[in-house]
């Protein structure tokens, strides 16, 4: 009995034994099948990964990694004819900061906190900055910080020796301009990425900046550098050069006698432009005011720092742009007398007068019912020769020139000497003339015109003109730049003069020069006189226009002369604009004084042969 229960135990135990191995099987068989169907699915899924989006996913990978840095091209020099440097480019460098190399494997807020202000305050201290203001900057939800810029290479060198996690220092070029405030607005300025903003950096920038290069790096998320992968560079080119027409001592005349003429006539505003009249070279350019190139928006003066900070945006924008803006090329103004020379000179190639033809000045003309008065109708200027009448600036003579010439012809030797269309100078934002149409100017019109009032021109233009009318009739294209260089100073292109036309004959022209050394020798324009050489001029006056209501200022004028010398062999004429001059104001006595040290103290310096 006891056998037989110990036997069916055994059988029993051998069944249940059984029935765990197939179970176990099962398990097995189902988790190698799940095993399996979970293999098959990661295969069919990698190989999705791989071989259906490996190409986009490669992409993206290697756009991850990839650090494209711009390596900034060197901006080209701006020289003046000498070769001495107005506008350079200086190596400078900008910090950077990613604070996710800051922070690194930083374990909580506390700890990530602690190392943004260690750097913080190690680069506070080297840049001699506040700390706090760093802190806040890297703090933020960004990638990439630039906390300074254009820093000099010492303090590059001291960030670089300290080895902070995260930060970056790359090189970059800063504009320059030695002289500061020093033909400011003939130069202009750059903007932070050195573009061209005004002035000839901005007609010029194509050559200037060059193009720049590429630096191609292999990093992690936190921007450090990875073993694997390659760096590729491309070099930047570097801009061209600019050698100008321009040269610096006698822009310095120019500058200095603006100033000095503003402080003693408390005008308003003072310009001035000195041209070559054989080649239309811009020797001089220079308008008091101005800013100082390194600061452009900071202003130069107190007063205009005073102003900006009191402005909003747009305000200050506008301000900014009349302080860059180069009065000179960019606004009209009614020339006044100086404009006599060119009725002279149709009514002289026209034939329809002499030098010697005699006029009777009574004080004041009849024109159509209009009376139109001489500018000395108090004491005429009786009878006088067409000579005496340029050298008195004898209003009722001119009105009949103008009158014997005809408003159709006056109008047609206006297009001659350039006056309705641009000059084609090579700088930006030039103005054209304004002048009534031929056929409503009537006989007033055409009175007033012929002695410079009813038709306002750029003072480039005027300047062309009238050297066109001292260098025996040729009209040349007036120009600043003489050659572009590359980085290496070697002429790419020379900028050679350019006649467009011809305005009058020789003899014609022989008699201008003869008329305007009259005005200085004997006429109003003596105050122009240099000992020892010849001088030739023309003063001019005229009242100024209210932009509001088309009507003249009663106690507003522009005073001006222009002036050529030497008269027999023009090397330069001279543009001299003085711009509000308080009280009773004749270009004869505000304008003339200042363009003769202009004259003077160029004639002296051309004379020692340092001028190429």
Known sequence: MAQRSKTRIRRNNRVRSTDVNIRDRKRLTIAFGLFCVALIVLCLRMGYIQIVRGDELTRKAITQQTKDELVESKRGD??????????????????????????????????????????????????????????EMISGDISLVKIAKYQEASVANKIRDAELDGVTITEETKRAYPLGNFASQLLGSVTDDNNGLSGLEQYYNKELKGSSGRLLKSKDAAGNSLFYGEEKYYAPEDGQSLELTVDEVIQHYAEEAAKWTKNETKASRVRCIVMDPKTGGVLAMATTGGFDPNNARDGSTKEDKKKLADMNGKEQLEYLNQIWRNPLVSDTYEPGSTFKLFTLAMALEENLTTLKEHFTCSGSINVKGTVIRCWSYSNPHGYQTVEQALGNSCNPVFVRLAQRIGIKKFYKYLGLFGFDEKTGIDYPGEAEAIFQDAETAGPVGTATVGFGQGIAVTPIQLITGVCSLVNDGALMKPHIVKAIKDKDGKVIKKIKPKKIRQTVSLDTSKKIRKGMEYVVSKGGADKAQVKGYRVGGKTGT?????????????????????????????????????DDPPGEAFGSTVAAPGAQRVIENTLRYMKTGKQK
């Not at 480019?89 to 202000?117: F, M």
């Not at 840049?127 to 203001?133: A, R």
């Not at 009507?551 to 004028?557: F, H, P």
């Open 78 to 135: 701006i020289t003046d004819c000498n070769g001495n440097k107005l506008a350079v480019s200086s190596i400078r460098y900008s910090v950077w900061v990613r604070p996710s190399g800051v922070i690194g494997t930083a374990k909580d807020a506390n700890e990530k906190k602690a190392r943004l202000q260690q750097t913080a305050d190690k680069l506070a201290g080297i840049l001699k900055t506040d700390s706090e203001k760093i802190m």
């Open 542 to 578: 005229a009242n100024k226009v209210n932009p509001k209501t088309g009507a003249y200022y009663k106690n507003k004028i522009i005073a001006s002369f222009i002036g050529v010398a030497p008269i027999d062999d023009p090397k330069m004429c001279v543009l001299f604009i003085v």
